[in-house]
């Protein structure tokens, strides 16, 4: 056995020695570079690509080789060349493809380039599933870089780090990663990534999921349709005629094969479109190789322009699959300016694979035990597309800066050096923009920071004005495995005079693993002021509007001594648990002030819920324990070398929740038993837009001794404004339906249309204002029970929604309003945490 080894180590020890290397460069016959030209060795799956310079270099053992060079829209080119010890340099000038257009028969006046299409149309299906499975290995680069930033956005300036390696002006990369892949299929929808060697530039796996970009499919998903939740449509998808314009530009012979170019040209604006050329094989009718673009004239959001170059290949006299793709990006957004390249680069193409049975499994991802510890060496014998000069600067920098920062980040030195450049907290800092200031010792950095006082004023009736002021400390102790963060509270009411501090201390695991686990112990006591409603669903801004002008003091509070454990944690198979124990002193306040701007004459409502008049509320004690769970069936995982990451399915989620009022312990008075279910979930019919439901059930086992703070409440709004769209109520009160029943239902519906019918309209399409409709609804009994329906457009600047609402109530009979809430692509990501 051993000495098959050192025969087999010396043998591989023999090829890396006597093995040649190829460099060059491929240009155009101007001698512009071609960036990402494609070089693969004829009879073969190997090969390799230019980087953006057009320089290339491949390492094959001595023998006898074709290369060919291939870019999109030039004339392919073969060299045969002899490999030695000794390395050679191979130069490639590539010529626009001549097309020709004597091949063609126009009929009927209607241009030859739409017949080829409705070819390539009727074969789209068969070659979309065309091999039962696959394997495939992918090289995989991601480059992100800036060629300029602001220095001031939304009045606040752009601190920038030395170690992040740009430059004065903002300029340099920003993100570099580079990965290998094995890809492996089976229909209908089973895929499995084995990464087999990934790293980032600074440290971490780096981008290892190649970006698939399937025009085989009618719905063409780019980014996983960040960009675009409605996805592109294919220029040979099932119904393309009535999205798109073609034109012949010709055709030319390769191989004995006739390939047909044509030029694609979207018929409208404001559709999810590509435009372009796609080149298409006679007879065969699959694609031959493409060249597409699309920018936000055609639905694209966030970027302004996206283009997708894509060369196919033979893998059998049959099959072809895609050799190489490079997805190119360009970002001008508040003075930032970006661009980036994703280069995607295939090789050998297994299409009998022979997996197992269980080959298959909920692991999407699995990163070898080595993938991130590869050394230069390594990448260089394996990469296929040649770093630039400045990415292998990139590479060597933040790599040196990261390793300094884990193994000496503290030295005497480090330190003093950070003291020196660290800013003092001003004066501004503590009213306008907020504080922040880090303390920093040889074992542990302690963060200090502070919300700005102008942002935390507050107005209510019970305290009048207040200032609030949140403060935080993070503890991180640098050998230890867990971090500290204090939290602390405190608000003072000028008209009440009361003082209410409280703070909290969150005990967290380090580490990445815990940060996905989400795991964390939080004990956290004092005084404070509560709502009623313990969701909060009136945020105190919008509460000091309407106080302040219409003298509408629509949040009700209590104030409360009281102390809580809490524990949080996420399973690797993606159950999210939450355990909690409350206790609490609950102190009745009363309004204090009836001050109003504009409102005078108008008087003040009582602190006290004036819908739940007739429930007293006195001082009492209250000791409750609760749980959540929330889990999701076909959970999904990425599995790093020590733990898994679960990415969840597509499946609804499940959410349980069940809270105890303990009677008797710590003088607690209450006695209740309150759960809830919730089912929720979020549908992409693409094109068709996004529908989005949560639907509730709960109630209450037990309702012997529940005070008002315990009652289940209806997130109602009576303001303005919108916090919540799929947990709340937009036109009901805050408390008219409160109560301890024991059954009650809960729905909330949205559907997102994403542009499907305002895309049409002449200046809907041109601001790209999304409709989205919906209805909410609960039923207690006849008597309790509410739905309202709306319409409303969303997406407007990207941030805002306004809803159109219709309701019912008992009693009521229908009203309407209007509200305007957070709502669109970068809007309906925004969350209002309480």
Not at 197 to 206: A, C, I, K, P, T
Not at 258 to 276: A, D, H, Q, Y
Not at 489 to 505: E, P, V
Request: charged share 25%.
């Amino acid at each position: 056995m051993l000495r098959s080894l050192l025969c087999l180590s010396f043998l591989s020890f023999s090829i890396l020695v006597y093995a040649g290397k190829i460099a060059g460069r491929v240009t155009d016959d101007k001698g512009i570079p071609l960036p990402y030209a494609s070089i693969s060795i004829k009879g073969t799956t190997r090969g390799t690509n230019a980087n953006s310079s057009g320089y290339y270099s491949i390492t094959l053992s001595p023998g006898q080789y074709t290369l060919i060079c291939q870019y999109v829209n030039y004339k392919k080119e073969e060299k045969t060349v002899t490999i030695t010890a000794d390395d050679l340099g191979v130069d490639f000038s590539l010529t626009v493809q001549q097309l020709t257009l004597s091949e063609v028969i126009v009929k009927k006046g209607e241009d030859p380039a739409y017949e080829i299409i409705r070819q390539a149309i009727k074969k789209r299906s068969y070659y979309n599933g065309q091999v039962d499975s696959f394997s495939v290995d992918v090289y995989i680069k991601g480059l992100l870089r800036s060629r300029g930033m602001p220095s001031r956005i939304f009045g606040q300036k752009i601190e920038r780090d030395q170690s992040d390696g740009l430059d004065s002006l903002g300029k340099g990369i920003l993100f570099l990663s580079e990965s290998v892949t094995k890809v492996s299929f089976k229909k209908p929808d089973k895929i499995k990534y084995n990464v087999i060697s990934s790293r980032q530039s600074g440290g971490g796996f780096g981008l290892s999921f190649p970006f698939f970009i399937n025009f085989y499919q009618n719905n063409v998903s780019v980014f996983d349709n960040n960009l675009n939740p409605r996805g592109f449509i294919s220029p040979i998808a099932d119904g393309a005629l009535n999205f798109y314009k073609y034109r012949y530009e010709g055709s030319f012979v390769e191989e004995g094969k006739m390939v047909n170019t044509i030029k694609v040209t979207p018929r409208r604006k404001n559709e999810p479109l590509f435009s372009g050329t796609i080149q298409i094989i006679e007879d065969d009718w699959r694609i031959y190789s493409l060249d597409l673009q699309t920018t936000k004239d055609y639905s694209l959001e966030l970027v302004d322009t996206i283009r997708i170059s894509q060369i196919h290949s033979a893998v059998t006299a049959d099959v072809w699959k895609t050799k190489n793709q490079v997805v190119y990006v360009a970002v001008k957004m508040l003075g930032f300016d970006f661009t980036g390249n994703f280069v995607n680069v295939y090789s050998d193409y297994d299409l009998a694979p022979g997996f197992t049975k269980k080959f298959f499994d909920r692991v999407l991802m699995k990163y070898d035990t080595a993938a991130n510890k590869r050394d230069s060496n390594y990448w260089n014998t394996v990469r296929p597309v040649a770093l630039e000069q400045d990415e292998k600067r990139d590479f060597v920098f933040k790599d040196s800066v990261a390793k300094v920062m884990r193994d000496s980040f503290l030295t005497r030195r480090n330190i003093d050096s950070l003291r020196k450049n660290q800013k003092p907290i001003s004066l501004k800092d503590i009213v306008w923009s907020g504080a922040h200031h880090n303390f920093y010792g040889k074992k542990r950095i302690v963060s200090y920071s502070a919300k700005p006082l102008l942002t935390k004023l507050d107005y209510n009736t019970v305290e009048g004005l207040a200032v609030v002021v949140e403060q935080s400390l993070h503890f991180n102790r640098l050998k230890k495995k867990l971090n500290y963060t204090l939290d602390w509270n405190t608000r003072y009411g000028f008209s009440n005079t009361h003082l209410n501090s409280y703070a909290d201390l969150t005990i967290r695991p380090k580490g990445l693993y815990s940060n996905i686990r989400n795991r964390y112990l939080k004990l956290s006591g004092g005084k404070r002021l509560s709502q009623f409603n313990h969701e909060s669903p009136l945020d105190p801004f919008s509460n000091a509007i309407t106080t302040l002008f219409w003298k509408e003091n629509y949040m009700k509070l209590y104030e409360n001594w009281f102390g809580r454990v809490e524990f949080n944690t996420r399973t690797e198979s993606g159950i999210r648990l939450n355990f909690h124990i409350t206790y609490e002193d609950r102190l009745p306040v009363e309004n204090s002030t009836d001050f109003s701007i504009l409102a005078k004459h108008k008087t003040i409502l009582p602190n006290h819920p004036y819908e739940l008049a007739s429930i007293p509320f006195n001082r009492h004690q209250a000791l409750v324990a609760g749980m959540k769970l929330t889990w999701q069936p076909g959970q999904r995982y990425i599995e790093f070398p020590r733990y898994r990451m679960p990415i969840g399915s597509d499946a609804p989620t499940f959410t349980l929740e069940y809270n105890k009022g303990i009677e008797n312990v710590l003088g607690s008075d209450v006695n209740f038993d309150k759960w809830r279910l919730s089912v929720t979930d979020n549908l992409n019919f693409k094109l068709g837009g996004e529908f989005k439901y949560k639907l509730s059930i709960g109630g209450f086992l037990n309702n012997k001794k529940a005070e008002i703070p315990d009652f289940q409440h209806f997130n109602g709004n009576q303001v303005y404004s919108i916090r919540k769209y799929l947990d709340a109520f937009q036109m009901a009160p805050y408390y008219r339906y409160s109560n301890t029943e024991n059954f009650y239902t809960v729905a909330h519906i949205e559907h997102h249309f994403n542009g499907l019918l305002t895309n049409k309209i002449p200046l809907f399409n041109k601001l790209k204002w999304y409709m989205v409709a919906g209805a909410n609804a609960f039923y207690v009994d006849k008597n309790k029970n509410y739905v309202e329906a709306f319409l409303g457009v969303e997406n407007i600047f990207k941030i805002f929604r306004v809803d159109f609402i219709n309701a019912y109530q008992p009693g009521l009979n229908y009203q309407f309003g209007v509200k305007i809430g957070a709502g669109g692509l970068i809007g309906g990501k925004i969350r209002f945490d309480q």
